[in-house]
């Protein structure tokens, strides 16, 4: 077993017991003799149900009883070991309060392990709840949890992908039709312009191609430096643009803190850079950008920036995976401006594993903003923190990101432990940066949200939060 040490409070951990799954806890507000109908509905409904449903992503539906039944061991397995619902954050570290949060309570995983446990009965039918409706056709999932239909819409060319290939990049550059003055961005959700879209398209970011001679562009990444890779650094190419947003398989919305935005002006375009990748069937299919503004007036006093901060302090060279073993890298960027960062989405390719964002101050002190423990390659989570659950951090803290890869057969994302894996593009190579938007304060506005704070850089204490909070 191989010992490796995470700085800022995770302690001592083997890779396996870094790897492992969290057992859940029984408590006294869970049934003793739970029913589908009355207990296990309820939950389905609120945290699978979007997936799980007729002509959805999940290969079954879990709307009712008779459908859900035949699953039950299956079922019981996903959320014990918590692969399901796809919210993979370590509960134990970092900040633990989330607007997006779809992960279950302890009290529903025992629940639901209960329930099949003991026979995974129907119970009686009429305590079931009502059925949720079917999605029939393609939704915005920021408009489903109650912020309406985006403002402006975007929409890139198709791309016919033959059922057989090589990996393809998409890049297209398009108008942002629709806006005649400069208007600041509240909220942005990409998907696929097709249902079948969701097989192929792995990721696809949503960047803004700026005039040359506009002020803006030299704000973009003066919050950010030393990221150490030297030339050939993939952040660098990463964070060259600025971006609105990057969806991956899997992936909701961006919703940015409120009193923070991104700035779009008339005659500026979006250039697309979409990985397509062949799934033995000939689909054709883009991406649509869903554009939320703030309304007219009322203008944020922050601008947010999307950062992709690197999880390979020697650029692209550094990444170097053997076969047949469990690898780590890590990376390092210096914070130039006092930094609010206000979301973490881990991005890896097919043997990503894990990863750690921690915060390295100026004096020395550490300590873990995030930690996944389990990524899955199906689910490229973005995890949007809490309003009062953001971390702040002075000029010069070092952004520590470490990355973990698992090329073994154990990782059954794996399609060949056999092979050598470096850095690249393509599905069956690997990367590793941390997407995160990300605020900057001058030293006045940093030295108020200090003194809000009790004094305490870093994370706040409303950062965390207990069970039982959780489930008021």
């Not at 079954?60 to 619902?85: C, D, G, H, N, Y």
Request: net charge negative.
């Amino acid at each position: 077993m191989v010992a490796v040490t995470l700085r800022g409070g995770v302690g001592s951990l083997t890779l396996g017991a870094l790897f492992a799954l969290q057992a859940s806890s029984a408590s006294a507000e869970v049934p003793k003799n739970p029913t589908f109908s009355k207990d296990v509905a309820p939950i389905f409904q609120a945290k699978c149900q979007n997936c799980h449903e007729p002509g959805s992503i999940a290969p079954m539906s879990l709307r009712t009883f008779q459908e859900a039944r035949p699953w039950a061991r299956s079922i019981k397995t996903r959320v014990e070991t918590r692969q399901m619902p796809p919210w993979h954050i370590d509960r134990s570290v970092g900040v633990q309060k989330f607007k997006n949060d779809m992960g279950l309570t302890d009290d529903q995983v025992e629940t639901i392990v209960r329930w099949v446990d003991q026979g995974a009965v129907q119970g009686n039918a009429a305590d079931m709840p009502p059925l949720k409706p079917v999605a029939t056709t393609l939704f915005w999932q920021g408009e489903r949890d109650g912020y309406g239909a985006p403002d402006l819409i975007v929409k890139s060319p198709e791309y016919t992908m033959p059922a057989v290939s090589q990996d393809q990049w998409w890049r297209p550059a398009v108008d942002i039709e629709g806006l005649t003055e400069p208007r600041w961005v509240r909220m942005v959700e990409i998907r696929p312009s097709n249902i079948a879209g969701r097989k192929i398209l792995h990721h696809s970011i949503a960047h803004v191609v700026m005039d040359p001679n506009d002020p803006d562009l030299g704000a973009i990444n003066r919050g950010i430096g030393g990221r150490g890779g030297g030339d050939d650094d993939p952040a660098n190419a990463v964070n060259a643009r600025p971006s609105l947003m990057e969806w991956a398989i899997g992936k909701g919305y961006d919703r940015y803190m409120d009193g923070t935005g991104k700035l779009i002006k008339p005659g500026q375009k979006i250039s697309w850079d979409q990985h397509v990748h062949a799934v033995g069937e000939q689909i054709t299919a883009g991406s649509e950008l869903g554009i939320w503004l703030y309304p007219k007036g009322q203008e944020p006093k922050y601008r947010s920036y999307l950062v992709g901060f690197t999880g390979l302090k020697e650029g692209a060279i550094g990444l170097d995976i053997p076969p047949n073993t469990v690898a780590h890298t890590e990376g390092f960027t210096v914070l130039k401006e006092n930094t609010v960062i206000t979301n973490f989405q881990p991005h890896f390719h097919l043997r990503g594993k894990a990863m750690t964002v921690e915060a390295i101050f100026p004096d020395g002190r550490t300590e873990v903003i995030s930690h996944v423990d389990n990524f899955n390659f199906n689910w490229m989570t973005n995890y949007i923190y809490a309003e009062d659950a953001a971390p702040v951090f002075p000029k010069g803290t070092i952004i520590h990101v470490t990355a973990f890869y698992d090329n073994t057969k154990a990782n059954k994302n794996n399609p060949d432990p056999e092979q050598w894996v470096g850095y690249g593009d393509r599905t069956v190579d690997e990367m590793a940066h941390a997407w995160m938007n990300v605020f900057y304060l001058n030293d006045a506005e940093f030295q108020e949200w200090v003194a809000k704070r009790g004094g305490k850089t870093g994370l706040p204490p409303a950062a965390s939060i207990t069970q039982q909070q959780q489930q008021q």
